[in-house]
């Protein structure tokens, strides 16, 4: 699903990332962290997609938001085992979003 963010600006964390193997723990672990940030403070919503590369974006009301979801406990944990067990790579970008444009197609 496409997220309902609010009138910008708000934030957008990218993370990009490609997998060292198909792990069911990391699914649940992704699962989990998307609870969890759901019941943050600033969080405003998420957009997934995973094949060989992963790309997730969450969007934030503003930069200390972000700053405390890295540091949430459950998260910090996710991050040590991310590193660890399940990613080959990965990238964190944090974007400004200023303007946004939605588009959709009522007779589908």
Known sequence: MIAKTPTP????????STLQSDDPEYGRTAERMLELAEQHAG???EESA?????ITVSYWQ???SIKQWKQ??????????????WYNTYATR????????????DSA
């Not at 600006?9 to 990009?16: E, G, K, L, M, S």
């Not at 949430?72 to 067990?85: C, F, L, T």
């Open 72 to 85: 949430q406990s459950e998260h910090v944990i996710a991050q040590q085992m991310g590193r660890k067990h």
């Open 50 to 54: 995973r094949e060989r590369l992963g």
């Open 62 to 64: 503003d930069l200390e």
């Open 43 to 45: 969080f405003l919503g």
């Open 9 to 16: 600006p708000y934030y957008a964390v990218i993370f990009t």
């Open 94 to 105: 944090i974007c400004l979003v200023e303007r946004d444009y939605f588009f959709a197609d």
